[in-house]
């Protein structure tokens, strides 16, 4: 039995990772907004490091392009603090008169970023690409749009003499009651 040659191996895929660029970080940080927000566990608001970050860049670029690399999301990043904002007219004894909110690092946050518009530019250019009637996590794409393409829908509809019908649920707390 002959052993296979070159020719008949499959190819590889590459698993090179494209080095996270200047531009990318940029655009991460633009963004995130989060330039006035409270600091996550670090205790780093994100004003300080959109400061720090003239200095910091391409180090922080190249612990991004190792955390691809190495397909690791540090753990640090995943932690947050649980912090309880109190809704206005509610009594201050019931559950439902706090909002949660967590907190997190801005450095985790702003690899989020890079990693949510590496996916999406992928998508977009290798496929399969989102259905056209997906809007969230889609560039150029918002809720606006979202309920102008249900208001011409309706609108068509009901001109060629059909009904519509539309159901919206709002439960509350519901991710609160899964295991």
């Excluded at 102008?148 to 609108?155: C, D, F, P, Q």
């Excluded at 519509?164 to 991710?175: T, W």
Aim: glycine share 8%; hydrophobic share 35%.
């Amino acid at each position: 039995m002959a052993s296979p040659s070159a020719t008949d191996s499959p190819e590889e895929e590459s698993t090179d990772v494209p080095e996270v660029t200047q531009a990318e970080t940029r655009v991460a940080v633009s963004r995130l907004r989060a330039k006035n927000t409270a600091p996550g566990p670090d205790g780093v608001p994100g004003r300080a490091l959109v400061l720090a970050l003239k200095e910091l860049e391409p180090q922080l670029r190249g612990l991004f392009t190792s955390c691809l690399e190495q397909g690791q999301f540090p753990s640090v990043w995943k932690e947050g603090r649980l912090v309880l904002l109190r809704k206005e007219g509610r009594p201050a004894d019931s559950p439902s008169a706090y909002r949660p909110i967590v907190l997190l690092d801005e450095a985790g946050k702003l690899f989020e970023r890079i990693i949510a518009d590496r996916l999406v530019s992928h998508l977009c250019r290798e496929g399969p690409d989102l259905d056209d009637n997906q809007f969230g996590f889609r560039r150029g794409r918002s809720t606006i749009d979202a309920i102008t393409r249900v208001r011409a829908l309706t609108e068509e509809t009901v001109s060629r003499g059909g009904v519509v019908l539309a159901v919206s649920l709002d439960i509350s707390n519901a991710f609160n009651t899964l295991p």
